[in-house]
């Protein structure tokens, strides 16, 4: 398994940016389909944001769609998710994860992950 930390989280106030950042180690990045999910206490795991393993093709949940990007630099063994016009509703645990194969929403689909990240969004 690909291991996997992430960084970037912190206090923000609504409107302002984050860029969250994972990065890899033990495996090659580029054999990995890339996922950023989020949890909020007492609930699952929601889907954020994914990138294929080249970065041809990106998925992204609807309520962060024209906010959030996500990107990946091979050569750096690195994920990013650049979170841009941040709300309070936005406020939870992010975590990187990997996953081999073709895109998947779902967190049963992927393999490792990261320990989480902490985003804060204050109104």
């Given at each position: 398994?690909?291991?996997?930390?992430?960084?970037?989280?912190?206090?923000?106030?609504?409107?302002?940016?984050l860029?969250?950042?994972?990065?890899?180690?033990?495996?090659?990045?580029?054999?990995?389909?890339?996922?950023?999910?989020?949890?909020?206490?007492?609930?699952?795991r929601?889907?954020?944001?994914?990138?294929?393993?080249?970065?041809?093709?990106?998925?992204?949940?609807?309520?962060?769609?024209?906010?959030?990007t996500?990107?990946?630099?091979?050569?750096?063994?690195?994920?990013s998710?650049?979170?841009?016009?941040l709300?309070?509703?936005?406020?939870?645990?992010?975590?990187?994860?990997?996953?081999i194969?073709?895109?998947?929403?779902?967190?049963?689909?992927?393999?490792?992950?990261?320990?989480?990240?902490?985003?804060?969004?204050?109104?």
């Amino acid at each position: 398994q690909v291991h996997l930390v992430e960084s970037g989280g912190g206090l923000v106030q609504a409107g302002g940016s984050l860029r969250l950042s994972c990065v890899a180690s033990g495996r090659t990045l580029s054999n990995y389909f890339m996922g950023w999910f989020r949890q909020a206490p007492g609930k699952e795991r929601e889907f954020v944001a994914g990138i294929s393993q080249y970065g041809s093709t990106t998925r992204y949940l609807d309520s962060v769609k024209g906010r959030f990007t996500i990107s990946r630099d091979n050569a750096k063994n690195t994920v990013s998710l650049q979170m841009n016009s941040l709300r309070p509703e936005d406020t939870v645990v992010y975590y990187c994860a990997a996953r081999i194969g073709l895109l998947s929403t779902m967190e049963s689909g992927y393999g490792s992950w990261g320990q989480g990240t902490q985003v804060t969004v204050s109104s």
